[in-house]
């Protein structure tokens, strides 16, 4: 009942910036919780930040803490992750997720219900 849309990846040096966009549409009003999540080649998906969308509290994994930072759009139902001092080991497909309840462990998977299709970051050395 929610769809996610993605956009913003791209190739980048080490050391740049990128912004992604996550826009939620259709029944959004049973949206709480918004997440970045990302998987490289052969890797399990990982967590990357997650935003309460009442209070706009954040949460970030340790690897990006620092340089990454999520902020959102109330009108356009839309979150951003501003990513910062990029590195090589950023790169990954980066999927956005949606929850109709914040989850209790914000970094798990299972605590999401909607995911978006994934945009890829490269960051070149």
């Known amino acids: 009942q929610v769809q996610l849309v993605e956009s913003g990846g791209g190739l980048v040096q080490a050391g740049g910036s990128l912004r992604l966009s996550c826009a939620a549409s259709?029944?959004?009003?049973?949206?709480?919780?918004m997440a970045w999540f990302r998987q490289a080649p052969g890797k399990e998906r990982e967590f990357v930040a997650a935003i309460r969308w009442s209070g706009s509290s954040t949460y970030y994994a340790d690897s990006v803490k620092g340089r990454f930072t999520l902020s959102r759009d109330n009108a356009k139902i839309t979150v951003y992750l501003q990513m910062n001092s990029l590195k090589p080991e950023d790169t990954a497909v980066y999927y956005c997720?949606?929850?109709?309840?914040?989850?209790?462990?914000?970094?798990?998977?299972?605590?999401?219900?909607?995911w978006g299709q994934g945009t890829q970051v490269t960051v070149s050395s």
């Open positions: 997720a949606g929850s109709k309840v914040f989850p209790v462990l914000p970094s798990a998977r299972l605590g999401y219900d909607y």
């Open positions: 259709g029944r959004t009003f049973s949206t709480y919780g």
